[in-house]
C-alpha cells in the first residue's frame, strides 16, 4: 500500500543551523508530494509541494526535491529560525491524501 | 490565507454531552476532511466527504458521525462524549485537482 516515512523528533537545533527532515515514501504509480507546517495552537497549512520527477518545490527558505530514483522528499532550509519551531508532515497524493507522522522541530536562539 | 473557519476552537465539556463541532469553508470545495490528532501529532482520517449528501467512514473507527447538506458546511457530532472523545478535532476541505488540502486552526475538545 502507499505510505510516507519521516523521521521522528523531536529535531532540536540551534538557530541558524541547517536543517534536514528525511522523508521517504511508497507509493503505487506517481503521487503529488507536500510538506505542511503546522505551528503551536494552529491547524496545518502548505509550506511546498512538487507535483512529478525532479521538481523542486521551495516556500520561506525551506526547499525539497521529488527524488523518484530514492522515492524521497527531503526538507531542507539552510539557516533556521526560533520562529520555524513547529511540527512539519510530509505527505503524498494519488486517489487520496497520506501524511506521515509528523516531526517537532525545536529551534533554541 | 485560508477561508475555513471551525468553532469552538476549545470546549470543555461533561461525560454524556451531546456536543458538535462545526466546519465552515467559503471556498466552494467539494472534497472535506475531520481529522483526529492525537497529542503525540499523529493524524488519523476518521470523516471525509466528496460532495453534498456524500459521507463516509475514514480509517480510524470514531463514534461520531457527519453530515453534508450545503457544500460550505460539514458539521461532526458526538451523542454522548465520552473521556476517550478528549482530543484535538482538525476540519479540512480541497478541491479535485490540486490536492493540497486546507485546514481549519482545530477544536479542543475536553470530555470530563
Known amino acids: 500500500g502507499n505510505s510516507v516515512t519521516q523521521m521522528e523528533g523531536p529535531v532540536t537545533l540551534s538557530e541558524e543551523a541547517f536543517l534536514t527532515i528525511n522523508c521517504t515514501y511508497t507509493?503505487?504509480?506517481?503521487?503529488?508530494l507536500f510538506w505542511y507546517v503546522q505551528y503551536p495552537g494552529e491547524g496545518l497549512q502548505l509550506l511546498l509541494k512538487?507535483?512529478?520527477?525532479?521538481d523542486k518545490g521551495s516556500n520561506k527558505g525551506f526547499e525539497a526535491t521529488y527524488r523518484k530514483e530514492t522515492t524521497s522528499f527531503h526538507l531542507e532550509k539552510g539557516s533556521v529560525q526560533v520562529s520555524d519551531s513547529a511540527v512539519y508532515f510530509c505527505?503524498?497524493?494519488?486517489?487520496?491524501?497520506?501524511f506521515g507522522k509528523g516531526t517537532r522541530l525545536h529551534i533554541l536562539p | 490565507e485560508a477561508d475555513i473557519y471551525q468553532t469552538p476552537r476549545y470546549l470543555v465539556i461533561g461525560t454524556g454531552k451531546k456536543i458538535t463541532l462545526e466546519c465552515s469553508q467559503t471556498m466552494g470545495h467539494d472534497k472535506m476532511y475531520w481529522y483526529q490528532q492525537d497529542p503525540g501529532m499523529e493524524l488519523h482520517l476518521i470523516h471525509y466527504s466528496y460532495g453534498v449528501n456524500s459521507t463516509e467512514k475514514g480509517d480510524l473507527s470514531s463514534e461520531s458521525t457527519v453530515s453534508r447538506i450545503r457544500t460550505e458546511h460539514f458539521p461532526l457530532t458526538l451523542e454522548s462524549a465520552r473521556p476517550s472523545h478528549t482530543s484535538q478535532y482538525l476540519c479540512a476541505s480541497g478541491d479535485t485537482g490540486a490536492g493540497e488540502l486546507f485546514f481549519g486552526e482545530g477544536s479542543r475538545l475536553t470530555v470530563l
Open positions: 505527505a503524498l497524493k494519488l486517489d487520496k491524501i497520506i
Open positions: 512538487a507535483t512529478k520527477a525532479d
Open positions: 507509493a503505487t504509480g506517481y503521487p503529488s
